[in-house]
């Protein structure tokens, strides 16, 4: 910090606070960490939370970042925002004065879209999460310390939960009910009492068939993590290492859902924030340059920012009469909601959108923006953004004869990646200790992908 | 109202412990590919510092990901039209969203640099070969020479220290005239009246005096320290069948196996020579870049390389001062009125070679079973002697490893 004071920003922060909740913002108190540059990465690489438990997947992150950034590849975010109350953000003390107040603006966005968005509310404990990480960390160190298991054991068991840590419930903020529940839930949808309105019931009822219930999952499973903790074959520790890994991707799951969301509510704010703010002319001037840099196009890519920010700023212009419409959307959406709804052909125009297609070694374009193909667009986004690009894997039975996992893709025309998919059953086939298959298609043909005790790999037609 | 606070790490790097495991893991992995690697590199002639640069794949964690055939979007100009072409296969990373999903399929590489002496010690490594280098240490001492380091009291007379025990005799003649001059001090002092009876008395000691003769304790010996005087100076022939029949993948074989035999023997060495022979019907000796570059056309006498290479360690790598490693690569097309003379030759340099070996280069899965190498095993039953077989790069390393486990025997 060379040419301004704490000081003064504290007086810049004073004066956006003010306008933010002049405009409604509702965040939770907000603690601002001034750091360097090397500290910036090293909270890059651990998501925010120096407490955080090692594992040299973060070693490469960092040394990738660095390398990035060195070959000015990637520029270091002006900030990074912890989804926690009190609100942690760190500022890059090398900045320009005008960088730190639109970065101030800018975290009071997330800050807000933490405190409202439906699906952090639900999912995610924001007084917890120091703690939670700190308390993950010492659990892990304490393993690794512990002499009857040691270093390579404990990464053992994260490298292999690491490669399905997305693989958990989807449904943010649902709880688990025991299988006696699910059960009786079950039974009451097929055995229906008459309802007592029989015009509003349809005239013909599909039988149900009663699922088995003596099977090990009653319904298809995709919380691998939490179905192999529950019934593999696991000491304490190893269990306790998995849960570990589940708990953090459940809090990170609303950031992943909302990411056009969330970087776009906060890139609107920091633009109304800042233009709020009547500054002198030469920071006015640098304002616009920044913001422009951040919200720009990618060209044969997605900016987040630019979509969510787009989308933001059209519903505020439609809606100017009903100044709460837009809070209502950050309260409710996700990503794939908030585009489908939003992204109108307007934008889509606007913005140039196309979808493309792999075409043997070539990508060729399949459908633009026009008034044919912008809805293909909008669905081919909204499906692929958050959650959307990671295949849906699920538990379908655990055959307890010859203590096999059966796995299933659910196949939505999108291939996996095989080599991809061997490794990572491999590593599934290592928490389970025993017979792993995946069923899945591989151009359009029922295929089975089998991983036996010796972690061999094969496939096969099912 | 917001908090602030200027965070200092103390120059504390948090992500130092991770890192280091990861640079674990990538050292892990360079030795997995190395056997790929080094047969890329020059044979001689590189310094040991010399860095080189190697691409590694990096440590990939795997996810379930998907795989080509998604679609995807992007923005563009405004002047795409359907069935444009956006890119190739590159262009498959972008357009995917958040990259926290960590669905990244592109191939990452890295570029390490490492020096030639490092990818040698990672290779050695790898093989697991410890006991050698001792076991060829030991055999490596053919001088032995005596270091003077020191005196002991004890010894065997050759080693006698004459100058030192002289001056042991000396110091102790010094200690005695000086306690002999206090005691008559003293006794000058105290006992005049009976210095008539104490000069009688002494007149034997001072006849004594003159003489002062060696005694056990004045002898001192030369403490030795046996050296074991290392052969410091090798060499290492290369024989190459460069006839029609030996085209560039062979060769190619060849070059990596002789880079590594040449990276191992330095290894051991202080001074390492190469020698290269080139034969088909007749051998001549070479440079490096003549030996794997120019291709020759027509037949195949194996004896001719041996002769020559005879002849170059009669001439100048006399095998009393050097440690000789030759080793020969071919195809094992030798022409059959040829085979008797070459396993005469065979013998003849196992005689002088403290290892000998012969690489059957066979590219592919078709071989035709070499009557020379039959000849070999049947004939050559020295315990220096060794045979290769390799058909593909991977081949090299395990080729390498039995050679010198023969070495070791």
Redesign the interface.
Known sequence: MSDYS?KE??QW??RI?EIARDFGLEYY????????Y??M??YE??VGM?SHY???????A??KTKTLHKYNLSGLPYEMVINSD?CIA?LMKDNTLLLQVLTIAHVYGHNDFFKNNRLFKVGTRADYTVEMFKNHASRVRDYIADPGIGYKRV?RILDAA??????TSRVIGEKRVSDSEKIKILLERVQKPKSEYPLLEPKERKEEALPDFKKIPIEPDEDLLWFISAYGRLTEWERDIINIVREETLY?LP??ET??MNEGWASFWHYTILNKLNLPQNLHMEFLKRHNQVIR????????Y?IGFKIFEDLKNKFSNDPKKIFEVRELERDQSFIRRYLTQELCNE????????VG????????SDDS?WRK?RD??AA????????V?KINEWVQKDNTLVLE?QYD??????S??Y??LK?VANLWDGKVMLETFIENKRKVIICDEQKKVVMANA | ?????????GGK???A?????????VEESIKKNIGNIIAEESIIGQSKDKKIKIPIR?????????????????????D??????????K??K?????G????E?GEEIYETEITIEELVKYLFDDLNLPDIDKKKMAELESIKSLKKIGYQRKGIPPRLAKRRSAVEKIKRKQAYLRSMKELEDDDIQQDEAAEEVVDGIDLPDKQEFRRFPFMEDDLRYHRVRVDHKRDFNAVVICIMDVSGSMDQTKKYLARSFYFLLYQFIRLKYANVEVAFVAHTTTAKEVNENEFFHRGESGGTYISSGYEKALEIIEQRYNPVNWNIYAFHCSDGDNWTEDNKRAVEYAQKLCGVCNLFGYGEIVPGYYSSSSTIKYEFQKHVKTKNFAIVTMTKKEDVLPGLKKLLEKEGE
């Not at chain 1, 090692?54 to 490469?60: A, E, I, R, V």
């Not at chain 1, 070694?361 to 633009?368: A, G, K, L, M, P």
Request: with cysteine.
């Open positions: 704490l920003i504290e922060n004073e606070e108190e907000q603690e601002f960490e001034i750091c360097s090397e500290d990465i090293c690489t651990y120096p090692p594992h040299w997947s973060y070693g490469k960092y040394e009190p760190y990464e690491h490669s399905i840590k997305f693989h990170f950031q992943i990411k056009i196009p990618h060209p044969g890519g997605i900016n987040p630019y913005m140039n959108l196309f979808e493309y297609v792999k070694n070539e990508y060729i374009i399949s459908e633009v193909g667009v081919t986004l692929s953004v958050g959650m959307g690009s990671i295949p894997i893709h025309g999108r291939e996996l990646e095989l991809y998919a490794e990572t590593q | 109202m917001a908090i602030f606070k200027e965070y200092g790490s790097d948090r992500s412990e991770d890192r280091r495991r990861h640079r674990e893991l990096s440590i990939k964690e795997y996810h379930f990901v998907y795989g080509k055939n998604k679609s995807g979007t992007a923005s563009g100009d405004g795409e039209k359907r069935g444009d072409k956006v890119g190739e296969d262009m498959g972008k357009g995917q969203g958040d926290k999903a960590g669905n399929e």
